[in-house]
Each structure stands twice: as C-alpha cells, then as structure tokens.
C-alpha cells in the first residue's frame, strides 16, 4: 500500500490514537479499557521504540506498543507484563525481547495489510535494537467453539497444523510467529475462555 506510513507515536497523536481505539472497540467495551492520555504519555516517555502508528494520507489508522522484557519462560497476565497498559513498571531496559501488548486497526481499514505493516515494523525494531526476539501474547476467540472437545494445548496445535482456522492466532501464524505455550488468565475474554497464546518470532543469527 504506496500511501501507508508506519511512524513513532507521540503524545501529539492521542486524539487520532483514541479515534482508533473507539472505532475497534465501541460499546458496550468499557471506555476506561481505551488508552488514556496518561497511558500514552507513559508509553513515549519510557520506550518511545516501541509506539507505532499507521498512517493513511494523514489519517491515523492503526498502532502498536510495544515494550522490552527478559523472556524467563514464567507464565503471565497482560496486566502484569504491561504494567496495567502503563509499561513503565514492566519495561526491561536491558532485556533481551520486544513483547507487543497492542495492536489496532480502525474496522474500515481492515484487510489492507495494515496489522501485517506493524508487526514487520516491530521485528525491525528488534534487528535495530539487536534483541532475540519479538513475543506477544495471542487471543484464541475461536476456543470457545472446541473447548468441550480439546484442551487449549491440542487446540492450539491444531492451529498450528491448519487443521483449524482460528481468527487471530492463524493471523500471528501467517505473520511468521509460532505458539510457544499457553497462558492462562491472561486477560479477561470469554470468546478464549481467558487463555493467550504466547507467540515468537526469533531473530535468526
């Protein structure tokens, strides 16, 4: 897509950010679960790398935020890993992994390779910053169609197979990441009955 710019966020930007925001996710999703001002001053401030938007002749149409952690294997929840959305609390410096806790695109602008813009910006940003890799943790929202059949291991590998079409985690596997593990608890979501996948694209040596 010739006219997409993919750019860093600044605090500048909040009003285009909350559009997107209550665009992909109107009511009845909770207002205080969008980015606050104070939530993206927090972003830029501790790890401005990290914050990217999608740009569409100078409309904000996406972002992604990211931060650094030392990747231990531990399981964990989105509120852990992100600081409750501030990263300033959970942001490594000196860690060896770039671990997305967003990622949006306005509904509208959906299937134009957006999302896929800002995950290949992301591993960029772990080349530029010589991490190992890029993690996330993955919604499964199709789980809760299999559930009383499989667990969320056989599931997932299932996915993995493509014997399984899930809306998300066949999208972060067609971007190059694979599943490493569940985590349960991670966010509250009743579609994957609270489960994440944590996904990884490793840099090769």
């Known amino acids: 897509m010739s006219n997409l710019i993919i750019r860093p966020y600044t ?28 939530h993206i001053r927090s972003h830029v401030e501790t790890f401005p790398e990290g914050c990217l938007l999608a740009e569409i002749d100078g409309i904000i149409v996406g972002s992604a935020t ?50 896929g813009a800002l995950y290949e910006a992301r591993k960029e940003t772990v080349k530029e910053l010589g991490l190992a890799r890029f993690l996330a943790g993955c919604r499964i929202p199709n789980y809760h169609q299999y559930a009383n059949d499989l667990d969320v291991s056989t599931y997932i590998q299932k996915v993995n197979n493509g014997e399984i079409d899930d809306l998300v985690l066949s999208f972060m596997i067609k971007q190059g990441l694979s599943p490493i593990q569940p985590l349960p608890n991670y966010l509250e979501d009743k579609e994957s009955l609270d489960y994440a996948v944590l996904v990884e694209w490793k840099l090769k040596n």
């Open 11 to 38: 605090l500048d930007d909040y009003g285009g950010l909350l559009g997107v925001q209550k665009e992909a996710f109107p009511p009845p999703f909770p207002e205080e679960l969008w980015w606050s001002r104070e």
């Open 66 to 115: 990211s931060l650094i952690i030392q990747y231990t294997g531990e399981d964990h929840t989105w509120e852990e890993v992100s600081d409750h959305g501030y990263i300033k609390g959970s942001h490594q410096e000196h860690g060896d992994s770039l671990y997305g806790i967003d990622v949006c695109v306005r509904p509208s602008y959906r299937g134009q390779g957006i999302a």
